[in-house]
């Protein structure tokens, strides 16, 4: 079944850092733009970033920009997003998302045009 899975959420402290990872499951995982995406509670789902297949071309939401850094590790069928200096606004349920027919840009984030979501992996900051 093609499905991707994320882990890593958790309970941190502001400023504290985590590192989601999300692998991928009967898919070609190179042939996939990848991307994460956050909801919080009583707001909409936002594209926090995402990276091409080669990882060479990548996009920031500009609230998470210079804090979280995305990745990829094609062999191992895995991205990743390390986020540092986190705040309490972060707080979400993060979503891992996969399309083999787009290119990673903040248009293609916000047109949310995915064939593969995850099921989430909730992130608290506390203050």
């Known amino acids: 079944q093609v499905q991707v899975a994320e882990s890593g959420g958790g309970l941190v402290q502001a400023g504290g850092s985590l590192r989601l990872s999300c692998t991928a499951s009967e898919l070609t995982f190179d042939s996939y733009t990848m991307a994460w995406f956050r909801q919080a509670p009583g707001k909409e789902r936002e594209g926090v970033s995402c990276?091409?297949?080669?990882?060479?071309?990548?996009y920031y939401a500009n609230s998470v920009k210079g804090r979280f850094t995305i990745s990829r590790d094609n062999a191992m069928d895995t991205v990743y997003l390390q986020m540092n200096s986190l705040k309490p606004e972060n707080t979400a349920m993060y979503y891992c998302a996969a399309d083999s027919g787009s290119y990673c840009s903040g248009s293609w984030l916000k047109s949310e045009l995915i064939a593969i979501w995850g099921k989430g992996t909730q992130v608290t900051v506390a203050s």
């Open positions: 990276i091409s297949w080669s990882g060479n071309i990548t």
